[in-house]
Each structure stands twice: as structure tokens, then as C-alpha cells.
């Protein structure tokens, strides 16, 4: 894999902010894949395969990372095998920390539990960056509705945190366009989205949000703590 240099890649990423800025999720991903070819990859939490299965119209052997935390519900694992035997041509990347989750909690305890953020920081940050490093681009299911912390998120931009392009397609999308594509395609959806998990983390760190609030309301419950670190 050929990486372009981190200068050429930023002047890129700016360009495509304001010439992608009214792209449909379609024309993002053709431009990632024309622009890109095999040094981008799409990350998935396994709430759903609406990113996956965008992109996989594009390029059907598409890398998908998926943070392997060690802490995720059992459906969410078993919604990532299930995209996997469902769009056989992709590559799950599973990222993985330096320490297991045993290993963690011997060494500093229950971090979810008394420093939330120093284990996202562990669990996903750095073994988010490592993987990415490997890429010129990702590919993400940020949509502007999600919070209020994600109301302009740009269908392009430049990720200065992990010195990458970010892709995000579906950034413009209302929850209403997302639910009718799950709905007219069929999309897999991890089954605790049907019981009112509307954003799924961490299991020690994800509830279903109270009625009237959005739908990351549920991740971090009680805490100021609104991000993982992942988008900012």
C-alpha cells in the first residue's frame, strides 16, 4: 500500500470540502473509491451495515475496521460476523488494544468504571490510530443529527488527529432518510436497536436514552463525557 504524502493529502481533503460539500452519500464514496482505491477503509461500530452496504456497491473488497474493545455486547459481535457472511468480498479489520481486557483491569482496575476516558483512550484511540495509519482515507457513519457536537461535520474533510482524509457520506442524512434506506434495503441492524439502544457503545457504558433526548444520550450516562475521541 503506497501512502501520498501528508501535505498532498490535506491540500486534497480541503479541496474536496467545498467541492463535495452537497454530495449525495453515493457520490462521496465514488469519489473515495475513484480517489483512494484500496488505501481507505470503512469503519463500522455494528449498529448497523447502512455504511457498509453503501460502500460495498462501490468496491465489494473494502476493508471495514471494526475496535474489537473487548467490551461490546454479544449482539454487536454477532452482528459483525453476520455483515461478514453477508457481503463475503470485504475484509473485517478487527482493532485490537496492546492489553487485554483482563490485562487492563489487573493493571489499573475498572477503567470504564472510574476513568471512562483513559480506557476509550486505550481501547479505541490508540488502536484507531495504529490501524489508520495504514490508510490514506476512512470512511465514517457521522451524520450531523447524531448531537449537538456533530451538527457540521462536512461530507470531506481533513482528520488532522490521526493525519488522514475523513469521508463522511451520510453526514446530511435525517434519521428518517437513515431508517427508510434500513427499511427499503433490508439493512442488517444489530437487535438492540429494537429494544431502544439507539447508540451503541461499550456495554458497561451504553443505556437506552431517555425518552425526548438524542440518541447518544445513552452513551456515558450521567457523565459531562460525550465522546469516545474517535470524532472529537
Same mark, same amino acid.
Given at each position: 500500500m503506497t501512502t501520498t504524502d501528508t501535505k498532498d493529502l490535506r491540500a486534497l481533503a480541503e479541496r474536496a470540502e467545498h467541492e463535495l460539500a452537497g454530495a449525495s452519500a453515493?457520490?462521496?464514496?465514488?469519489?473515495?473509491?475513484?480517489t483512494f482505491g484500496d488505501r481507505f477503509i470503512v469503519a463500522s461500530n455494528m449498529q448497523d451495515a447502512v455504511l457498509v452496504h453503501l460502500a460495498y456497491q462501490h468496491k465489494r473488497d473494502i476493508d471495514?475496521? +471494526? /475496535?474489537?474493545?473487548?467490551?461490546?455486547?454479544? %449482539? =454487536?459481535?454477532?452482528?459483525?460476523?453476520?455483515v461478514e457472511a453477508v457481503y463475503p468480498e470485504l475484509r473485517i479489520v478487527n482493532a485490537e488494544a496492546a492489553q487485554s481486557v483482563a490485562e487492563q483491569e489487573a493493571e489499573f482496575g475498572p477503567l470504564n468504571k472510574t476513568d471512562p476516558g483513559q480506557c476509550? +483512550? /486505550?481501547?479505541?484511540?490508540?488502536?484507531?490510530? %495504529? =490501524?489508520?495509519?495504514?490508510?490514506d482515507a476512512w470512511v465514517t457513519g457521522v451524520r450531523r443529527v447524531d448531537a449537538p457536537t456533530r451538527a457540521n461535520t462536512p461530507i470531506v474533510q481533513w482528520d488532522d488527529r490521526n493525519g488522514l482524509v475523513k469521508v463522511n457520506p451520510i453526514a446530511a442524512?435525517?434519521?428518517?432518510?437513515?431508517?427508510?434506506?434500513?427499511a427499503e434495503n433490508a439493512i442488517l441492524e444489530n437487535p438492540l436497536v429494537s429494544t431502544g439502544y439507539l447508540s451503541i457503545g461499550c456495554a458497561p457504558c451504553t443505556a437506552k436514552p431517555l425518552p425526548?433526548?438524542?440518541?447518544?444520550?445513552?452513551?456515558?450516562?450521567?457523565?459531562?463525557?460525550?465522546?469516545?475521541?474517535?470524532?472529537?
Open positions: 453515493a457520490e462521496a464514496l465514488a469519489w473515495t473509491t475513484q471495514v475496521l +471494526f /475496535l474489537q474493545t473487548g467490551y461490546h455486547f454479544a %449482539e =454487536t459481535i454477532g452482528t459483525r460476523d453476520a476509550c +483512550f /486505550l481501547r479505541k484511540v490508540v488502536p484507531l490510530r %495504529e =490501524t489508520l495509519s495504514r490508510y442524512w435525517s434519521d428518517d432518510e437513515f431508517n427508510g434506506f434500513i425526548g433526548q438524542d440518541a447518544r444520550s445513552g452513551r456515558w450516562a450521567g457523565q459531562s463525557k460525550t465522546e469516545c475521541g474517535l470524532h472529537g
